[in-house]
């Protein structure tokens, strides 16, 4: 999925991957079928914050945090639900389900950063977050 919301004219790309999300393909603990190697598996969910302390002696966890009017605004800027993939229609359903998701899932990480808080590591940029997870920084990654 591409989008051009943060440079007008020019199409990024914003979703690349698998989703584990009410209504994506993939079970939600098939973490290898979308997979081919044995190399590390990026794993992507919204409704996953609301499981992350079962999560959290099994892996390492990466969270993006923006607070809940700039997920909604972005939400919208990157194309609603215009977009095809992920499709996101049937669990959020409309703008006011996904506000009130939106806010919920925050809730939910953020109780969780605060459980956690002496296991939390705040990288300053890609380069240390390939660090901390043992893995290659992408050859193509321009800005890190």
């Not at 914003?14 to 290898?32: I, K, Q, R, T, V």
Request: a neutral charge.
């Amino acid at each position: 999925y591409y989008n051009d919301a943060d440079t007008p004219g020019q199409k990024q790309l914003m979703h690349l991957g698998a989703y584990w999300d009410p209504g994506m393909e993939f079970e939600s603990m098939d973490w290898n079928t979308p997979f081919s190697g044995t190399g590390k598996r990026i794993i992507k969910s919204h409704v996953y914050a609301y499981q992350l302390n079962r999560f959290k002696d099994w892996h390492p966890i990466v969270m993006v945090y923006r607070n809940d009017i700039e997920c909604l605004e972005w939400w919208k800027k990157c194309g609603h639900f215009n977009i095809t993939y992920p499709n996101y229609a049937p669990y959020y359903k409309d703008l006011d389900n996904m506000w009130k998701e939106i806010q919920m899932q925050n809730s939910a990480i953020m109780r969780f950063v605060k459980q956690n808080v002496s296991k939390i590591h705040t990288p300053k940029d890609n380069t240390e977050l390939c660090k901390l997870l043992q893995i290659n920084l992408p050859t193509d990654l321009v800005n890190h």
